[in-house]
């Protein structure tokens, strides 16, 4: 028997999309259902490496999680990676496709559709529920043609829709109300019921407000759902997130500086740390200087590491960066960060924008040419200082040079990775996921001065995903919700 599909679709980016999919996901997961996500199309460079050997949007691994399942490249077939002058990189079914500037995309699209219903299949095929996420906004009506992420899919699975607008951005009663009015009727058509997401007071007094919503559009309400403060404590999927306030941290023993990049990707390296009530992580962005009395610099993975390279001399942190380093800090880079600290970045075949060679901060005696054979996968080991860890790789080109002698792991199929400066102060790697093993995130925290870890990382994870699907049962219908899927 084929599964159901339901399909959720927003007046917007950052209205909360991913966040419902994942709790309802853990919702109807609990209740016994075996549950897929589903994104046709996402656009991130948040990314997770699949134990099938691809990559997909880390919202879709963390639903996959969400739902008690392995990740699978079927989960999110189209990823578009955004690059610098070249536009996006196209990842279909876990692989590079191609690279494409917007206009071309758009050209690009209609052959896209036939992986997505391939992807949509397999999901259907081994699941009781598939529950859909759209990408952007469903009255983005300019890019209806050929569209494979909101209704062009909805339309051609023929899959209900469940549309859900912010309250807490304002103007969601237009938001809601004028998407009925811009989408094709046949589109209209497809919307069951819709979401008031993020709502903040008295659910009494928007009460009219959603009866407003339903007479305006004839769709039914299927909650109105309170703002969800511990998402902050669940993996992000875009760098919208980066915008979001962040609580005082008045129990930090460190402060770690972290240099924000146009191209900044996998940012969710971050999220342990900032986990821990002794560390305060601090976004630095151009126009900035970073702190001075930061004992670690985090240059985090980009997407196009000489545009952001470019970018970081623009903003003066290599200045910054090297006086850290001299008075005695620490600096780590992970894999596109790693890149930045060596020597030289050189782009022969302009993979990520006109060929060339851009000179390095030159911290670690390393050079780094890339190229477009992408490693992808999961590893583990131990660092230099002897301590585990597990965790991905997800990075094009190759880097060498003397430092590589002083490697920064060693991998349990007997390879090296990364590198160590002669002094110790600059590191770099291409492992993702490093702090989110309780035991390396133990070991940074004592050698710079934090005390001990007080936080289970994974635990952490799984008992916000619990608390999120607890909360959305106590202001959705989830049996109305589960009666539309078809």
């Not at 699978?72 to 996006?88: D, F, I």
């Not at 008295?202 to 998402?231: C, H, K, N, S, Y």
């Amino acid at each position: 028997m084929s599964a159901r599909a339901l399909m959720f679709q927003g007046t917007g980016s950052d209205v909360g999309k991913s966040l419902i999919v994942a709790g309802l996901a853990r919702a109807f997961a609990d209740r016994g259902l075996r549950v897929r996500p589903f994104k046709p199309q996402n656009m991130s460079n948040n990314a997770d490496v699949t134990p099938d050997g691809g990559e997909i949007g880390r919202a879709q691994a963390l639903q996959a999680r969400a739902a008690r399942v392995a990740s699978s490249v079927h989960m999110n077939p189209v990823l578009l990676k955004p690059q610098s002058e070249v536009g996006a990189q196209v990842v279909v079914h876990g692989k590079v496709f191609a690279t494409a500037k917007a206009t071309d995309y758009q050209r690009l699209k209609g052959e896209l559709m036939a992986p997505v219903l391939d992807s949509f299949a397999h999901l259907k095929a081994e699941a009781d529920l598939v529950l859909v996420e759209g990408a952007g906004s469903a009255s983005e009506v300019n890019l209806r043609a050929n569209d494979i992420a909101n209704m062009g899919f909805a339309r051609a699975a023929d899959v209900p829709v469940v549309l859900i607008g912010d309250i807490d951005r304002g103007g969601v009663i237009a938001s809601l109300v004028g998407t009925r009015a811009v989408i094709d009727p046949a589109d209209a058509a497809l919307i069951r019921g819709f979401i008031v997401n993020k709502f903040r007071g008295d659910p009494a007094l928007f009460a009219d407000g959603m009866a407003r919503i339903a007479q305006a559009t004839g769709w039914e309400p299927l909650g109105l759902v309170r703002f969800f403060g511990d998402a902050r404590a669940l993996p992000a999927e875009d760098a919208l997130a980066l915008d979001h306030a962040r609580p005082a941290k008045p129990d930090a023993r460190v402060r770690i500086a972290v240099p924000v990049l146009p191209h900044i990707a996998n940012f969710d390296d971050l999220d342990p740390l900032d986990a821990e009530p002794s560390v305060d992580v601090v976004r630095v962005r151009p126009g900035e200087a970073i702190p001075g009395d930061v004992k670690l610099v985090i240059l985090p993975g980009s997407k196009a590491t000489i545009a952001d390279l470019a970018g970081l001399r623009a903003a003066c942190f290599d200045v910054d960066i090297v006086a850290h380093v001299r008075r005695g800090g620490l600096v780590l880079g992970l894999c596109g960060g790693y890149q930045m600290l060596g020597r030289s970045v050189s782009d022969p075949a302009g993979l990520e924008g006109p060929p060339g060679t851009a000179a390095g901060l030159g911290l670690i005696d390393v050079a780094t040419a890339l190229s477009d054979d992408k490693r992808l996968v999961a590893t583990r080991g131990t660092t230099a200082d002897g301590v585990p860890f597990a965790g991905y790789e997800m990075h094009m080109g190759a880097t060498d040079g003397p430092d590589r002698a002083r490697p920064f792991a060693r991998l349990a199929d007997g390879t090296t990775d990364g590198a160590m400066s002669a002094d110790g102060r600059a590191m770099g790697t291409y492992i993702h996921g490093l702090f989110a093993d309780d035991r390396q995130r133990a070991a940074w925290l004592a050698r710079l001065g934090a005390g001990d870890t007080k936080v289970s990382y994974d635990a952490q994870v799984e008992a916000t995903l619990d608390r999120l699907a607890a909360h959305l049962a106590e202001c959705i219908d989830l049996d109305r919700v589960l009666a539309l899927a078809r």
